[in-house]
Protein backbone atom coordinates (compact mmCIF):
# COMPACT_ATOMS: atom_id res chain seq x y z
CA UNK A 1 0.00 0.00 0.00
CA UNK A 2 1.47 3.53 -1.29
CA UNK A 3 2.43 5.80 1.99
CA UNK A 4 -0.31 7.96 2.46
CA UNK A 5 0.51 11.38 4.49
CA UNK A 6 -1.38 12.22 7.53
CA UNK A 7 -1.76 15.11 9.76
CA UNK A 8 1.63 14.17 12.28
CA UNK A 9 3.69 13.16 8.87
CA UNK A 10 3.67 16.39 6.44
CA UNK A 11 3.26 15.22 2.46
CA UNK A 12 6.08 15.81 0.32
CA UNK A 13 4.66 18.80 -1.41
CA UNK A 14 4.17 20.64 2.00
CA UNK A 15 7.71 19.42 3.06
CA UNK A 16 9.49 21.06 -0.40
CA UNK A 17 7.17 24.38 0.16
CA UNK A 18 7.78 24.68 3.64
CA UNK A 19 11.78 24.51 2.40
CA UNK A 20 11.41 26.70 -0.41
CA UNK A 21 9.98 29.14 1.88
CA UNK A 22 12.95 29.08 4.29
CA UNK A 23 15.21 29.60 1.75
CA UNK A 24 13.50 32.48 -0.22
CA UNK A 25 13.02 34.47 3.33
CA UNK A 26 15.58 33.36 5.52
CA UNK A 27 18.34 32.25 3.83
CA UNK A 28 17.80 35.14 0.92
CA UNK A 29 15.40 37.71 2.96
CA UNK A 30 12.81 37.80 0.36
CA UNK A 31 9.87 39.79 1.54
CA UNK A 32 6.69 38.79 2.33
CA UNK A 33 5.01 37.41 -0.83
CA UNK A 34 1.81 40.35 -2.04
CA UNK A 35 -1.74 38.32 -2.05
CA UNK A 36 -3.55 37.54 -5.43
CA UNK A 37 -5.43 40.19 -7.43
CA UNK A 38 -3.34 42.94 -4.60
CA UNK A 39 -2.47 45.36 -7.12
CA UNK A 40 -6.53 45.29 -8.37
CA UNK A 41 -7.74 46.09 -5.01
CA UNK A 42 -10.27 49.73 -4.54
CA UNK A 43 -8.27 52.97 -3.00
CA UNK A 44 -8.73 52.37 0.81
CA UNK A 45 -9.31 48.60 1.01
CA UNK A 46 -6.00 46.08 2.80
CA UNK A 47 -4.93 43.74 0.78
CA UNK A 48 -5.17 40.25 3.30
CA UNK A 49 -2.18 38.80 4.30
CA UNK A 50 0.05 35.64 3.25
CA UNK A 51 0.87 33.49 6.40
CA UNK A 52 3.67 31.74 5.69
CA UNK A 53 4.58 28.28 7.41
CA UNK A 54 4.41 28.04 11.03
CA UNK A 55 8.45 29.16 12.51
CA UNK A 56 9.17 31.32 9.12
CA UNK A 57 6.15 33.07 9.87
CA UNK A 58 7.29 34.19 13.15
CA UNK A 59 10.67 35.09 11.38
CA UNK A 60 9.40 37.14 8.88
CA UNK A 61 7.24 38.71 11.01
CA UNK A 62 9.74 39.99 13.47
CA UNK A 63 11.85 41.51 10.43
CA UNK A 64 8.29 43.06 9.08
CA UNK A 65 8.11 44.83 12.62
CA UNK A 66 11.79 46.46 12.79
CA UNK A 67 12.01 47.15 9.41
CA UNK A 68 11.83 50.91 9.33
CA UNK A 69 15.38 50.60 11.64
CA UNK A 70 18.76 50.66 9.45
CA UNK A 71 20.94 49.69 11.92
CA UNK A 72 21.55 46.34 13.28
CA UNK A 73 18.83 43.39 13.11
CA UNK A 74 15.85 42.84 13.92
CA UNK A 75 16.48 40.39 16.44
CA UNK A 76 18.29 43.19 18.73
CA UNK A 77 16.14 45.93 18.04
CA UNK A 78 12.87 43.01 19.50
CA UNK A 79 15.42 42.30 22.46
CA UNK A 80 16.15 45.64 23.44
CA UNK A 81 12.47 46.32 23.37
CA UNK A 82 11.47 44.14 25.57
CA UNK A 83 14.63 45.10 28.23
CA UNK A 84 13.38 48.58 27.97
CA UNK A 85 9.50 47.51 28.93
CA UNK A 86 11.66 46.28 32.20
CA UNK A 87 12.63 48.09 34.92
CA UNK A 88 16.45 48.30 36.17
CA UNK A 89 18.91 50.82 35.06
CA UNK A 90 19.62 49.24 32.10
CA UNK A 91 16.48 49.88 30.94
CA UNK A 92 16.38 53.55 31.80
CA UNK A 93 19.22 53.59 30.07
CA UNK A 94 18.07 52.37 27.04
CA UNK A 95 14.43 54.60 27.41
CA UNK A 96 16.45 57.82 27.59
CA UNK A 97 19.19 57.29 24.99
CA UNK A 98 22.17 57.16 26.98
CA UNK A 99 23.02 53.29 25.70
CA UNK A 100 21.48 51.80 22.66
CA UNK A 101 20.10 48.40 21.49
CA UNK A 102 24.06 46.97 20.76
CA UNK A 103 25.19 48.27 24.15
CA UNK A 104 22.40 46.24 25.49
CA UNK A 105 22.90 43.24 24.29
CA UNK A 106 27.00 44.07 25.14
CA UNK A 107 25.98 44.25 28.91
CA UNK A 108 23.48 41.06 28.96
CA UNK A 109 26.73 38.96 27.47
CA UNK A 110 28.48 40.73 29.58
CA UNK A 111 26.34 39.76 33.15
CA UNK A 112 26.12 36.55 31.70
CA UNK A 113 29.84 35.55 31.27
CA UNK A 114 30.02 37.15 35.51
CA UNK A 115 27.44 34.71 36.44
CA UNK A 116 28.79 31.75 34.41
CA UNK A 117 32.02 32.30 35.75
CA UNK A 118 31.28 32.53 39.33
CA UNK A 119 28.58 29.63 39.11
CA UNK A 120 31.49 27.41 37.97
CA UNK A 121 33.88 29.04 40.24
CA UNK A 122 31.77 27.80 42.79
CA UNK A 123 30.85 24.32 41.77
CA UNK A 124 34.71 23.84 41.33
CA UNK A 125 35.16 24.95 44.95
CA UNK A 126 32.42 22.37 46.11
CA UNK A 127 34.17 19.44 44.09
CA UNK A 128 38.05 20.15 45.97
CA UNK A 129 37.91 16.25 46.99
CA UNK A 130 40.90 14.32 46.00
CA UNK A 131 39.87 11.95 42.55
CA UNK A 132 41.24 8.82 41.44
CA UNK A 133 42.29 9.80 37.96
CA UNK A 134 42.64 12.61 35.96
CA UNK A 135 39.97 12.46 33.64
CA UNK A 136 35.74 12.58 33.88
CA UNK A 137 33.33 14.92 33.20
CA UNK A 138 35.13 17.38 35.40
CA UNK A 139 38.09 17.41 33.69
CA UNK A 140 39.58 20.49 32.13
CA UNK A 141 39.58 18.84 28.82
CA UNK A 142 35.90 18.28 28.68
CA UNK A 143 34.74 22.15 29.31
CA UNK A 144 32.49 23.43 27.07
CA UNK A 145 34.50 25.60 24.44
CA UNK A 146 31.66 28.13 24.48
CA UNK A 147 32.39 28.55 28.07
CA UNK A 148 36.23 28.86 27.30
CA UNK A 149 35.80 31.56 24.41
CA UNK A 150 33.14 33.25 27.00
CA UNK A 151 35.56 33.52 29.93
CA UNK A 152 38.43 34.35 28.34
CA UNK A 153 36.74 37.30 26.82
CA UNK A 154 35.17 38.20 30.21
CA UNK A 155 38.81 38.43 31.19
CA UNK A 156 39.78 40.41 28.41
CA UNK A 157 37.70 43.06 29.38
CA UNK A 158 37.94 42.79 32.67
CA UNK A 159 41.61 43.66 32.49
CA UNK A 160 40.32 46.12 29.66
CA UNK A 161 38.48 48.46 32.25
CA UNK A 162 39.80 47.69 35.04
CA UNK A 163 40.20 51.12 36.60
CA UNK A 164 36.60 51.54 36.56
CA UNK A 165 35.62 47.79 36.69
CA UNK A 166 33.50 47.57 40.17
CA UNK A 167 31.64 50.32 39.19
CA UNK A 168 30.92 48.67 35.96
CA UNK A 169 29.64 45.57 37.28
CA UNK A 170 27.65 47.13 40.08
CA UNK A 171 25.80 48.84 37.27
CA UNK A 172 25.73 45.43 34.52
CA UNK A 173 25.35 42.78 37.29
CA UNK A 174 23.62 44.66 40.48
CA UNK A 175 21.76 46.63 38.79
CA UNK A 176 22.71 49.88 40.09
CA UNK A 177 21.45 53.11 39.35
CA UNK A 178 24.07 55.03 37.19
CA UNK A 179 23.97 58.18 39.06
CA UNK A 180 24.22 56.19 42.61
CA UNK A 181 27.24 54.68 40.77
CA UNK A 182 28.71 57.99 39.99
CA UNK A 183 28.36 59.42 43.61
CA UNK A 184 29.60 56.06 45.38
CA UNK A 185 32.47 56.59 43.08
CA UNK A 186 32.81 60.32 42.96
CA UNK A 187 32.25 61.10 39.50
CA UNK A 188 29.95 63.09 37.68
CA UNK A 189 26.87 61.89 35.77
CA UNK A 190 28.70 62.61 32.43
CA UNK A 191 31.81 61.14 33.58
CA UNK A 192 30.50 57.40 34.39
CA UNK A 193 27.78 57.16 31.64
CA UNK A 194 30.76 58.03 29.21
CA UNK A 195 33.02 54.87 30.88
CA UNK A 196 29.96 52.65 30.81
CA UNK A 197 29.69 53.44 26.90
CA UNK A 198 32.92 52.56 26.14
CA UNK A 199 33.47 49.32 28.13
CA UNK A 200 30.03 48.15 26.53
CA UNK A 201 31.47 49.37 22.85
CA UNK A 202 34.94 47.56 23.98
CA UNK A 203 33.12 44.29 24.62
CA UNK A 204 32.61 43.12 21.27
CA UNK A 205 36.38 43.96 20.70
CA UNK A 206 37.55 41.33 23.41
Same mark, same amino acid.
Given at each position: ?????????????????????????????????????????????????????????????????????????????? /?? =????????????????????? /??????????? =???? #???????????????????????????????? #??????????????? /??????????????????????????????? #????????????
Amino acid at each position: MPYLPTDEAPSLAEALERERQRVAHLVLGEPRPKPKGANRLKKGKTPAIVSLEPGIEERVLLRERWSHKTNGTAETHE /HA =AVQARREGALARLVATGAIDA /HQLAAADQIAE =AYHS #ITAEVAVRTANLEPRSSGGGPHSASHAPIAAV #IRERAYARWRDAVAP /HALMLLAIIVDDMALTTAARDWRLSNRRARS #ILVSALDSWKRC
